[in-house]
């Protein structure tokens, strides 16, 4: 994203703000859906991606992307790791930012 601002001069000067991978994540996310048990939630995201997640123990913990060079994908390959339980999906990235997503 970028912001504008005046110069010293009067002219224009562009700074680039960057977003956090948690930040990008809730801006991009339309909709958290999780089945009755909460071990099993799809995040879906603004483009039509999504991002599904498993959590059955230690036995099955996974997310996955619907797709290639989407924004689930681009947030899948970014996190390090997920808490999925009846209270939130809470997911954490590799630059240190988190998110949370309720029902």
Do not use: P
């Amino acid at each position: 994203m970028e912001e504008r601002t005046n110069g010293d001069n009067g002219s224009f000067q562009f700074d680039l703000v960057s977003f956090s991978q948690a930040q990008s994540a809730a801006a991009h996310a339309v909709r958290y859906v999780a089945n009755s048990e909460f071990n099993q939630a799809v995040l879906f995201f603004e483009d039509g991606s999504y991002l599904q997640f498993e959590h059955k123990g230690r036995e099955s913990r996974w997310a996955k992307a619907s797709a290639e060079r989407t924004q689930a994908e681009r947030a899948c390959l970014g996190m390090s790791h997920f808490r999925l339980n009846a209270l939130h999906l809470q997911l954490y990235f590799e630059d240190g930012s988190d998110v949370e997503f309720t029902i």
